[in-house]
């Protein structure tokens, strides 16, 4: 998962809106952050490891002039964690510079990647986004717009790409439209963003999202868009974007992230009810939920936990250590809230179950007589291959345990998720428009055994259950 932001306007001081736009899309990644400018000659590009507010200064962001911008935000989950892998990245089309900002993950691009290296292309990173990037740049076709189409035949899974070429931003999303694509209108100019949220901090205003399999040009004359790969009859947008990724305040299908997990909440109390002094929440990303458990049970919310607002989402930091210190950094128990009291405390999601041991520790040493934990996802059964490091097989934790030794490795006095029913009762889209591989292992966009293999889907007495 990462953020892709881009604008073009010549009243705005473009730079900037992109670096508001990142802003306001850090969540979706927090390990580099890049911008590129053109004033339709000539192309900046600025990228560094670390937060948008970390990688630029008022200094960088005035060198950075023109009237069109991209900007990315990046979350490892192919190709490791440095700075040959930040974006966007800028290739070559016929001699004239074009950037790439990319959020998603493709599924074949180790043959890709070979067949391009044996043509010459020098690869000095290990993403996706570079694969990417050779195929244009080894493109025989005449126009960009060509060039994009011929790749957007060859890479299979998932991407919502930017390019800024000349005065053009190029946008396009895979046919299944895995991950989101939105695009707004500022006063004089157009806005694309992953998501809604970041066009109010640039005075955007939503326009529609790309379509899956669609082609969408904003230049001098305006906007242009084609459909040009069939809109499969399977989509398979994201479940774990309205579940955890996506921010509350962005609006997906014409509905606000918030009052889906409200009702994710609703449904969670509904299926699993149980009694206690006060309903808690792991902020901020539990919050809604909790919300709704408390509304349609009418045991009252309480602030259980506080999170300190410095510390970025510790699932993001790759390596398992930096994770495991993070929550202790991350969360503070509020004692008077909770001490000698029976709590329900819900979470958006139960991924390798190392966050929520730790909070159910914090919680018992704090003197809470009861823990009801209770999960607004379904149990995640399956690794994700198409942008989210939901880790591998071995590592979920509800492929591996039944309930009752979940209950017990988190030491709670009860346990529960929401079902895959309640899920989609919530979201209000057919299941057929969605991706729900991590709970029923049905990827949407077929993974090859090799692939399955790496992440312990498929070892070698064959496929591994899945269905959760
Ligand atoms: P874990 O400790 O692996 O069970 O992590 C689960 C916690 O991380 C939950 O509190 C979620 O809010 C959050 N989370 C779940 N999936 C992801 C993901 N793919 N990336 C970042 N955070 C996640
Ligand atoms: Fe989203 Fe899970 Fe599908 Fe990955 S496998 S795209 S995280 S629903």
């Known amino acids: ?274 009694e206690a002094d006060a309903v808690i929440s792991v902020p901020d990303s539990g919050t809604p939920a909790a919300i709704g458990y408390s509304r349609e049970s009418g045991i009252p919310f309480a602030e259980g936990l506080i999170k300190n607002r410095y510390i970025g989402r510790t699932f993001i930091q790759p390596d398992q250590l930096l994770r495991e210190v993070g929550v202790k950094l991350k969360l503070n128990p509020i004692v008077d809230a909770i001490n000698g009291k029976k709590i329900i405390i819900v979470d958006d999601s139960i991924v390798r179950g190392t966050t929520s041991k730790k909070i159910v520790k914090l919680l018992r040493d704090t003197g809470v007589k009861e823990v009801h934990f209770r999960v607004s996802s379904p149990r995640v059964m399956n690794p994700c291959f198409y942008g989210i490091d939901t880790a591998s097989k071995k590592e979920l934790i509800a492929a591996n345990m039944s309930l009752d030794e979940i209950r017990e490795e988190l030491d709670v006095d009860s346990i529960a998720y929401l079902s895959y029913e309640g899920l989609i009762n919530a979201i209000h889209l057919p299941k057929e428009q969605l991706c729900l591989a991590c709970f029923d292992g049905n990827y949407p966009v077929s993974v090859s055994d090799q692939l399955k293999r790496s992440k312990h889907l498929f070892d070698d007495n064959g496929p591994r259950s899945s269905v959760g």
Do not use: W
């Open 1 to 274: 998962m990462c953020g892709v932001f881009s604008i073009r306007s010549k009243k705005l001081n473009v730079a900037q809106a992109t670096y508001f736009g990142l802003y306001a899309l850090q969540h979706r990644g927090q390990e580099s952050a890049g911008i590129a400018v053109s004033d339709g000659k000539r192309l900046k590009n600025v990228k560094n490891v670390g937060l948008v507010s970390q990688v630029f200064n008022k200094e960088i962001l005035e060198d950075l002039n023109g009237f069109i911008a991209i900007g990315h935000a990046r979350y490892s989950t192919t190709g490791s964690s440095n700075l040959a892998n930040a974006q966007p990245y800028v290739a070559s089309f016929h001699g004239e510079d074009v950037a790439i900002a990319h959020n998603g993950n493709l599924l074949n691009t180790d043959v890709l990647r070979q067949e391009c290296a044996s043509k010459g292309f020098k690869f000095v990173g290990t993403s996706d986004t570079e694969v990417i990037a050779a195929l244009i740049e080894q493109s025989k076709k005449e126009t960009l717009e060509e060039a994009i189409i011929d790749m957007m035949h060859t890479v299979v899974g998932a991407y919502s790409l930017i390019f800024l070429y000349r005065d053009k931003m190029i946008a396009v999303r895979d046919p299944h439209g895995i991950r989101p694509l939105v695009v707004g209108t500022v006063e004089d100019g157009f806005v694309m963003a992953s998501e809604d949220c970041a066009f109010s901090v640039v005075g955007g205003k939503m326009l529609r999202e790309v379509m899956p399999g669609e082609i969408f040009i904003v230049d001098e004359k305006g906007t242009h868009s084609q459909m040009l790969l069939t809109e499969t009859e399977r989509r398979g947008f994201c479940s774990f974007e309205y579940i955890y990724f996506a921010r509350p305040d962005s609006v997906f299908n014409n509905k606000s992230l918030y009052s889906i997990r409200v009702k994710m909440g609703r449904n969670l109390y509904r299926e699993n009810p149980v």
